[in-house]
């Protein structure tokens, strides 16, 4: 199976390079989607300047001049036809480049309240792949989904300073439950709502202030994912192992200032997460602080450090368990490398309100050819009962990765393969088999895919 | 153990540190406060939020029966044991479960035998072969999956210990204090050790399966069982209870074969059925044909076909667990003209098996509906397949119905019966170490002559990991008496949670 993948990539690196953005392309702007987790550019690490635009780009931005060129097509966000072309670049690369979701900082299209108030967008994203390996020793093959989501929104900018919009995200599940067999035809994959909610952004001097209502996304991974580059090899610890739910019913607020050097995300939902309605009179308030303190805009893409932190008080269920979170990260996003920390606590997980849980997330991704081939490695620790000795479960996974196609921010454009090995491993004390560590441990290979794309159709925008 | 104590209206309550409190003052988030509620940390509240969700499609549908359910399962600790199926699954299988204790088995033994899924003394009865004669086996196999042999070892001897705490309460209430009560702990062990010595009998020889028959019952209970069996059997008792005979023809009963009672739950009362039959209409029937065609396909024996329906009733008051499912008795027309040969069967609907939390997937489990599921491994776990010769299953889409015969030589053990034999003295204490060490010689027969869900028999494997059975016996009761006295107080929590949240635990 590696051999495949090699061979794959192999391949694919004698193909020539399709089309290299330019710094503002790799501004990826999405608004109110699900949470991306590209990285800003995949230019080379080499001194070689940008390529120009490629006539076979499928990138509308990477077609045509730069919007900061055209003064009748300002950049996103705060910049105005005005601006010089330099100053709006400037604010551009500060204040877009270094996240594919710059949201309320930025929009996803070129907006204007005169010649282009709205904006149709239309995303997909599929993550898929074969598995091979052993788990307790019984060697275990197949074939995966492991994301299949399509979502459209719809923005508006009636206002220089306002921005709004609505977005319907939907995903694939397994129709059955765990261990059930009362699906429909079987255990189809059915698909669901990810997300549906309304979006509005203001925009006061520095200050960018950005409120959703509805099915809304959790902030938490939405925030982190930022500083994630591999999402198609494996979530974040603190998704894998759902400490946090994607999405929920509820509202979340943002005011992110200085070209989001700060964000204070504030979220108030039912609690629930995607599956079930409120059963409870509580609500999960959680509070998340993300500070910036390295933005820069290289040439070659952005250099970001992210500190983050947040607390949720939360319940589940009828009977109001206690289910909160402490967290915090660190993430590094570069042209060259991405590396994070992440760290959550709970305080109620899996329904027990007495459990104490944690887990701690590492990861590291790097190329090592531009656009060719890079690495990545990730370790997840995972303590679901705290009072348990010996009872922790590690996660450790490694990757070799290529681009297929040059990787567009703006876009949100990737068709990436990876070809990697995962192992997981349980303590003596582990659940769910406690004394049988090797009836748990699992050793796997992974062939993976993971196409993403993004089209805007707007009077600003080009074909997409 | 208490009533669940709801923490005080904050953000910032129970156990560790709260940086909520600080955060939200720091940013002057007032909304933050104004938007949480009480939070519990108990498990009073976790038995609560479980028994809803595994109820939660019941719920909907009908209410009314579920509150019913809640309630038959808090007139006693084992009817709570019974209705607790998924509560057992989650403790010993969940981080932070009450019952996770050391699997001493799975590494050297097998993980994916087939499992009865909820084996305890009230799930064993009497069964009347094609052949006529009566034997006794597991009889309910709604839960039945694949996973580690242990599981179902310690629900059996869990089973048989709450019994026991049970019978010994009730006992010592009565006037005449304890006659002959057994030690729970040594009933405990008895079912681990027929378990082992089961498998090691059939280790030396194959054909050395237990199997209970008339002639040769071990133990006073079993015998009663079986006498019991064959006389209502003989007498038509099904038959007479469900039907009657109108002129020449025998028809439907109609109404209460025992009347339902009111359980007190906590200040109010839940009308909880007994053994009542009520009218179906004729869509209903209808729908109860094309059922049994379907289910005729399923039989072992197809020269087995039921004759012309003669009607059809919806009974409330079966089960535990199964208490709000729907269950129909379809009376069909027998081989002769005569009233007598006519055979009543169950129509019943099933759902899925408790969830293993975190067992291994079975991706090859050979069946891809409840109905194959309940049947097939009823039929690998059972000591001869025709056991009962009219099971078979049928289905609408997902929803999975498995039919079978309602005659009165399928006879169940009732747990209420020990207080009374041992009272009266019919039964002693050696009868019920007998019954637990036969119950756990079948289920190790079960287990050893099932296929495993790769398709190879497990006894081999399961008699090579338990060798002579001590470390089975050690950690089987060491996980009864550290976890038993779990379930007792769950039950209390159970009538503190329904007097304070009401008949249907305060959903909607």
Not at chain 1, 9 to 30: E, M, N, Q, Y
Not at chain 1, 69 to 77: F, I, V
Not at chain 1, 337 to 344: I, K, L, R
Not at chain 2, 331 to 342: A, M
Request: proline share 7%; charged share 20%; hydrophobic share 40%.
């Amino acid at each position: 199976m590696i051999g495949v993948a090699m061979l794959l990539v192999l391949g694919l690196a004698a193909a020539p390079p399709v089309d290299t953005p330019s710094p503002r392309d790799a501004a990826a702007v999405t608004s109110g989607e699900s949470p991306p987790s590209e990285p800003p550019s995949s230019e080379p690490p080499s001194g070689d300047p940008p390529s120009s635009e490629s006539p076979s780009s499928e990138s509308p931005s990477s077609e045509s001049p730069s919007s900061e060129s055209r003064p009748d097509a300002p950049p996103l966000g705060k910049s105005t036809p005005a601006e010089p072309r330099s100053t709006a670049t400037r604010r551009w690369s500060a204040s877009g480049p270094w996240v594919p979701n710059a949201w309320p900082t930025q929009q996803s299209c070129a907006l204007d309240p005169v010649d282009a108030p709205w904006c149709l967008l239309i995303r997909a994203d599929v993550f898929t792949g074969a598995r091979i390996g052993t788990i307790g020793g019984a060697r275990q093959s197949e074939f995966r989904l492991d994301r299949a989501e399509a979502a459209t929104g719809l923005l508006w900018k009636p206002a220089t300073r306002f921005e709004t919009g609505g977005i319907v995200a939907l995903e694939s599940i397994r129709s059955a439950g765990p261990q059930s067999v009362t699906g429909i035809d079987g255990d189809s994959l059915i698909v669901r709502l990810l997300e549906a909610y309304g979006h509005a952004a203001a925009h006061f001097g520095p200050i960018d202030v950005g409120l959703r209502a509805g099915l809304v996304p959790e902030r938490w991974i939405e925030q982190v994912e930022k500083g994630y580059d591999t999402r198609g090899f494996d979530a974040l610890a603190s998704d894998r192992v759902r400490m946090f739910d994607r999405a929920d019913i509820g509202a979340s607020l943002v005011a992110s200032g200085w070209d989001s050097r700060v964000d204070l995300d504030l979220e108030i939902v039912n609690g629930e997460g995607r599956a079930q309605r409120e059963r409870n009179r509580g609500k999960n308030t959680t509070a998340i602080v993300t500070v910036r303190p390295v933005l820069r805009a290289h040439p070659r893409g952005p250099i970001v450090l992210a500190l983050h932190g947040g607390f949720r008080d939360g319940s589940v269920g009828i009977a109001s368990i206690a289910d909160r979170r402490g967290a915090a990260a660190v993430s590094f996003a570069s042209p060259w490398v991405y590396g994070g920390v992440e760290y959550v606590h709970a305080l109620g997980f899996g329904g027990r309100g007495d459990v104490r849980a944690n887990t701690l997330g590492v990861w590291a991704s790097g190329r090592i050819l531009p656009r060719w081939l890079g690495v990545m490695a990730k370790y997840d620790r995972v303590v679901l009962d705290l009072e348990a000795p010996d009872s922790t479960i590690h996660v450790v996974g490694c990757a070799a990765f290529s681009d297929v196609f040059e990787h567009i921010d703006r876009n949100r454009r990737r068709v990436r393969v990876y070809a990697g090995y995962q192992f997981e491993g349980y303590g003596q004390g582990a659940a769910p088999l406690p004394g049988a560590t090797t009836a748990q441990d699992a050793h796997r290979f992974l062939l993976q895919l993971e196409l993403r794309g993004l089209a805007r159709i707007g009077p600003k925008e080009q074909r997409p | 153990m208490g009533p669940a104590v709801p923490h005080p209206p904050a953000c910032c309550s129970g156990p560790g540190p709260c940086l909520g409190r600080g955060l939200g003052q720091g940013l002057g988030l007032a909304v933050v406060v104004s938007a949480c509620g009480p939070v519990e940390t108990g498990r009073d509240a976790w038995l609560r939020h479980t028994l809803v969700l595994d109820n939660q499609d019941l719920l909907e549908r009908d209410p009314d029966l579920t509150a019913g359910k809640f309630a038959k399962m808090s007139e006693s600790p084992f009817a709570f044991l019974r209705g607790t199926a998924g509560q057992f699954a989650r403790d010993v299988f969940e981080a932070g479960g009450a019952g996770l204790h050391r699997w001493g088995f799975v590494e050297s033994g097998p993980d994916d035998v087939a499992l009865i899924g909820d084996a305890h003394p009230e799930n064993i009865g009497s069964y009347r072969r094609g052949n006529d004669e009566l034997t006794v086996d597991f009889d309910d196999f709604d839960a039945a999956t694949y996973g580690p042999f242990e599981f179902d070892v310690r629900r059996l001897a869990l089973g048989f210990w709450v019994a026991c705490e049970q019978t010994g309460a009730s006992l010592a209430a009565s006037a005449g204090g304890p006659v002959s009560s057994p030690s729970c702990e040594a009933v405990a062990a008895a079912v681990p050790r027929g378990y082992a010595d089961e498998l090691a009998a059939l280790a030396a020889d194959p054909q050395a399966a237990t199997i209970v028959t008339e002639d040769a019952a071990p133990g006073a209970i079993l015998a009663a069982l079986l006498a019991d069996a064959r006389d209502d059997g003989d007498d038509g008792e099904s038959l007479a209870a469900y039907t009657r005979l109108d002129g020449d023809v025998r028809i439907p009963f109609v109404g209460d074969v025992a009347p339902a009672r009111l359980v007190a739950v906590g200040a109010r009362t839940q009308l909880v059925y007994e053994d009542s039959v009520r009218a179906v209409d004729a869509p209903t029937l209808a729908r109860l044909r094309r059922l049994l065609a379907q289910s005729a396909a399923t039989r072992i024996d197809p020269r087995i076909a039921p004759g012309v329906v003669l009607g059809a009733t919806l009974r409330y008051g079966a089960g535990v667990s199964s208490y709000p499912l729907m269950r129909w008795y379809v009376l069909v027309d027998g081989p002769s003209s005569q009233t007598h040969d006519d055979v009543l069967l169950e129509v019943k609907e099933l759902r899925d098996a408790p969830v293993l939390p975190g067992a291994r997937r079975p991706i090859d489990a050979p069946f891809d509906g409840n109905g194959p599921r309940v049947v097939g491994l009823q039929r690998e776990l059972q000591g001869f397949v025709d056991d009962d010769p009219w099971l078979g299953f049928a289905d609408e889409g997902a929803v999975a119905f498995r039919v079978r015969e309602l005659t009165g030589y399928q006879k169940g053990f009732a747990v209420a019966d020990l207080a009374v034999a041992l009272a009266d003295g019919t039964w002693v204490a050696d009868d019920v170490l007998a019954f637990a060490t036969i119950s756990g010689r079948i289920l190790g027969r079960s287990h050893a002559r099932a296929r495993r869900s790769s398709g190879s028999t497990a006894g081999a494997a399961i008699a090579e990991a338990v060798g002579d059975g001590t470390l089975l016996v050690d950690l089987t009761t060491e996980f009864v008496l550290d976890y038993g006295p779990t379930v007792l107080d769950d039950h209390a929590r159970l009538l503190e949670l329904l007097a304070a949240h009401g008949p249907t635990l305060g959903y909607r």
